[in-house]
């Protein structure tokens, strides 16, 4: 199943508009620091519903988001610079040599990664950047927290199977799928974290919009939702009565990798 229908469906794409976490300012910062130069024009590739597009928007001149789902795009904050594209991201449509940075928020893995580079490169101006970055799974409290081995239960064994096989270069910080040499001149990777305080609802939102949540729940509708079953031991290991009343610190781990020194493409990378 492609990126976009395992997003698609206009439930699921409001429940990732609504629950999927926003970027914190660090990894902004952190962008615009590597980056320099000028912040004319940003491409935000499998935009999803805008999570980091916003953001963006207030960072550069303009903005062209692009996603492959349309219902994703339809719950999309609209800002006066910002154009939203229904596009494939190795088929962008963009003239040469036009944007300052290319970024794409939790969506790398899901990319043919040669073509999709190869697409970068030749969108980006000379001194344009291109910057990748993905959480993996959140930890609930610390580590050694009840609650965290209930998410990790949620996550491997109840849900496992439904994951996509791609689901593992998240789970790997996109090691081996970074630019090579032949596509940037100059790589580099960068651990960051955030932290925040999140109730129990939000937490259950953002684990129903898991593409493995809605791949469980279209084949089992006869079962209990399992997050559902998650909120009941949840409540339970955390002495409450209803999620609303409840809340955890909630720790996600980001990668960010960013690559700059774009390799002109010759006829021989077609």
């Not at 997003?7 to 970027?23: E, I, W």
């Not at 999803?48 to 988001?65: D, W």
């Not at 959480?135 to 580590?143: A, K, T, V």
């Not at 593409?211 to 939702?225: F, G, K, M």
């Amino acid at each position: 199943m492609t990126c976009a229908k395992l997003f698609s469906g206009a439930d699921q794409a409001l429940c990732y508009a609504k629950y999927r976490p926003a970027y914190p300012e660090e990894l902004y910062t952190v962008v615009l620091e590597y980056a320099g130069g000028p912040k004319t024009l940003a491409v935000d590739i499998a935009c999803g519903s805008g999570q980091a597009t916003a953001a963006l928007a207030a960072l550069y001149g303009r903005v062209v988001a692009q996603d492959g789902s349309e219902e994703q795009l339809h719950q999309a904050k609209q800002l006066p610079n910002i154009e939203y594209q229904h596009r494939d991201a190795h088929e962008t449509g963009l003239p040469d040599q036009c944007a300052d940075l290319v970024a794409v928020a939790q969506a790398l893995h899901w990319f043919k990664h040669k073509e999709f580079y190869q697409e970068v490169r030749r969108i980006l101006k000379p001194s344009g950047t291109f910057a990748a970055w993905t959480y993996s799974l959140p930890i609930l409290n610390h580590r050694q927290h009840p609650a965290q081995a209930l998410l990790l239960h949620l996550y491997e064994d109840v849900l496992g199977p439904y994951w996509a096989e791609r689901r593992k270069l998240v789970e790997a910080g996109y090691r081996g799928i970074e630019p090579g040499a032949e596509h940037f001149g100059l790589v580099v990777r960068r651990e960051l974290e955030s932290q925040q305080e999140q109730s129990v609802d939000s937490l259950l939102g953002y684990l129903r919009s898991w593409s493995a949540c809605a791949t469980y729940r279209s084949q089992h509708p006869e079962r209990l939702d399992p997050v559902l079953e998650f909120k009941m031991q949840l409540l339970d290991v955390l002495g409450a009565r209803e999620s609303s009343e409840a809340k955890l610190t909630v720790i996600t781990p980001l990668t960010l990798i960013m690559a700059k020194e774009p390799v002109p493409l010759i006829s021989t990378d077609a």
